[in-house]
């Protein structure tokens, strides 16, 4: 059996993977990015390795990409050779053949679940149990998804958030709106460009937008080329301007998750205004957003224990007893 590796949830988040091992916990949290390299195109490294390898310090001349979005692989190739070579770094063995749990788009098609379960069984996984991802969040965050009331999950990850609205173990109403976490870091760019005439690259920006969470009342260095003298220089903004710019995105998502109540059950809507919603993903950790939302909805609004880690732990929830899933599918 140990060839066959144990079971695992492995949580494809467009920013980052995480891996659940079954009685270990989350045993793997790295980048979702492959590196290629621009002469030849063949892939040198993944996750941490590839970003570290990115500024070319070590003379690689690389190019990174990043082959997930929205849960999704958007480059098969890519997505199931950087699954199967942290599934391998999991395992220590060349041929780990797991068991997968994985998260599906709470509003998928049937080519999309197709693509996912491909893309585990072309990594080298025995078998693939597949969890809506709002329910897997749900688990994670400690929200009770199997009772009648109504529970609002949002989940702001790289590249989109998505909204949902839970109760029996079913998914009542979902939606999803382009810009998440990326969104913020591209109003950090704009912002820079606007004001100081510097084109700061994205990597420089995320960094920004993440310093900026650690230090709420500090100053940001951000570095970039002017874009009338191409010269590289750095300017120091308050940390409360860069959260600043997140402030479109914010309403977006507002507007997102009024939409979703909408689509609510009258007595679903009333459970919603008095228990509020619950953030998760990398997202959630943006200084003054709960503030945001909770003015926006005027509801209560909390963020998770671990909101990067929420999907994650939900899905081992699963891993850990398997008829879990089954009994969330009956309802």
């Known amino acids: 059996m140990s060839l066959l590796g144990r079971d695992l949830a492995i949580d494809l988040g467009a920013a980052g993977t995480r891996i659940y091992a079954k009685g270990r916990g989350i045993v793997l949290d790295e ?41 999704l692989p958007q480059d098969g ?22 068991r997968l749990v994985m998260a599906v788009p709470d509003e998928f098609t049937p080519i999309e ?5 491909d893309a585990g069984f072309e990594a080298e996984a025995r078998g693939i149990l ?41 998914v009542v109403a979902a939606g999803t709106v382009r810009g998440g976490g990326n969104a913020v870091t591209r109003a950090v760019a704009r912002l820079v460009e606007d004001e100081h005439g510097l084109l700061a690259d994205e990597r420089e920006a995320e960094s920004a ?52 109540m909408e689509r609510c059950p009258p007595e679903l809507t009333a459970d919603l205004g008095e228990r509020g919603m619950v953030l998760v993903g990398g997202g959630a950790l943006l200084p003054g957003l709960r503030r945001r939302l909770q003015e926006g909805l005027s509801m209560p609004v909390r963020r998770a224990e671990r909101p990067s880690d929420s999907v994650a732990l939900g899905l081992g929830r699963c891993v850990e007893d398997l008829g879990l899933i089954a009994k969330l599918r009956r309802r």
């Open 130 to 170: 597949l969890v809506k991802h709002a329910i897997a969040a749900a688990l994670g965050a400690g929200l009770p998804v199997r009772d009648g009331t109504g529970h609002m999950v949002v989940d702001i990850g790289r590249d989109a958030t998505r909204v949902a609205v839970l109760s029996c173990g079913a």
């Open 209 to 260: 937008k993440l310093r900026a969470t650690r230090e709420p009342t500090g100053n940001v260095l951000i570095r970039g080329r002017d874009s009338g003298t191409g010269e590289e220089r750095a300017v120091a903004l308050p940390a409360a301007r860069v959260r600043e710019a997140a402030v479109q995105p914010v309403e977006h998502i507002v507007r997102a998750a009024e939409h979703t």
């Open 77 to 98: 190739e890519l997505a199931r050779r950087m699954i199967r070579h942290f599934l391998r770094k999991v395992h220590r063995h060349p041929f780990p053949r797991p």
């Open 31 to 71: 980048p979702s990015v492959v590196l290629r390299d621009r002469q030849t195109g063949r892939v040198v490294r993944f996750g941490a390795e590839a970003l570290d390898g990115a500024d070319g310090a070590d003379g690689t001349d690389g190019e990174t990409y990043w082959p997930i979005s929205d849960g």
């Open 113 to 117: 679940r197709v693509a996912l379960r």
